[in-house]
């Protein structure tokens, strides 16, 4: 995996790259932890983390030299700086979008290389998935979709937004997601506006709409999937909103393939809301990729140049919110082909109701 990487660098006349963020970590390196940096050069690559995850790391990375950093002189910024000069390391890249201004300091002040700003190489990478990345991605998806099943059979009136949500995060882990999971949204009410809202006390009531976005993990694969509900039977209104959100993510799905624009999928979201009155209250964030981050490149919107790529996986999730009434939103997760997608969500799509 790591040659790719070398053969960019060599291409832009950098000898190192200082891996920071730990999604890329873990996708270099098969690391499943916390607290841990990349030095991929030339000559070999180096692992560094302090002593609670060396022996873990001596396990899960074969390839890398693993380096206590605490116990070089100088902490983190004296084993950064000790390898530059091992390698004989000139041009040191390194990711600019997720190291801390205190991290680059430390290493800037004492380190003879010149450092290169580099920004989503690395995710470039992992946007387009493998095989076996596909296969961990369906699997959390299919357990999104059990996990679904269980929950619908739990939501009733009285029941607080909070209890629902602990009880969604059970079911996901019962059905395999990994013991470490992303928060899921569960919310009710007039409270479905907040797009990202927070589970509260809130009961929830007969006529309420019940907003979910979850997903599990799956060997740190995830999955993203939203799904709306009424308690009960839904108002002219509700069936209205949902109508046009469910279809607008339909259009989405149908537009989808290799070689399609994050703007060309923004305006296929709007096509059927252009001329309603709820076109105010849609939000522009429709779709995000999803792997190892549950928001990760490419990202659609009306200023998306993100062109999508065969074997991408992305999630379509255009929505309708309308402050002190409610928000509705289907999301599903797709895999891009060269002329369209598989959908890898397959819960029901329609209006439940509960
Ligand atoms: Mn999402």
Known sequence: MTDKIIGMLE?????????????????LSGYTSDDAYLLITKNKNYFLTDPRYTEQAEDECPGFEVLNWRGVEGGFAGAVSKIVKDESIDRLGIESHSITLSYYNKIAKDIKAELIPLEGIVEEIRSIKKPEEVEYSRKACEIGDRAFNRIIKEIKVGKTEK???????????????????????????PRTSLLHGIPSERKVKEGDIVLM???????????????????????EKQKEVFE???????????????????????????????????????????GHGVGLAVHE????????????KTNNIITLEPGIYIPGWGGMRVEDQVLVTEDGCEVLTNSPRHLLEL
């Open 297 to 308: 490149t490419p990202f659609l919107g009306p200023n998306s140049k993100n062109v999508l």
């Open 244 to 286: 046009i959100a469910q279809q607008s993510e339909q259009d989405m799905i149908d537009a989808v393939k290799a070689g399609a624009t994050g703007q060309e999928l923004y305006e296929a979201s709007l096509k059927v809301m252009k001329n309603t009155e709820y076109f105010d209250y849609h939000y522009s964030g429709v």
């Open 213 to 235: 976005d979850f997903g599990a993990g799956y060997k740190g694969y995830l999955s993203d999937m939203s799904r709306t509900l009424v308690l009960g039977k839904p108002s």
């Open 163 to 189: 209890e629902l949500s602990a009880l969604l995060a059970y079911f996901l882990k019962i059905e395999g997601s990994d013991a470490r999971n992303y928060e899921n949204i569960l919310i009710s009410g």
């Open 11 to 27: 291409e832009n006349g950098i000898d190192g790259l200082l891996i920071y963020d730990i999604f890329n970590v873990r996708y």
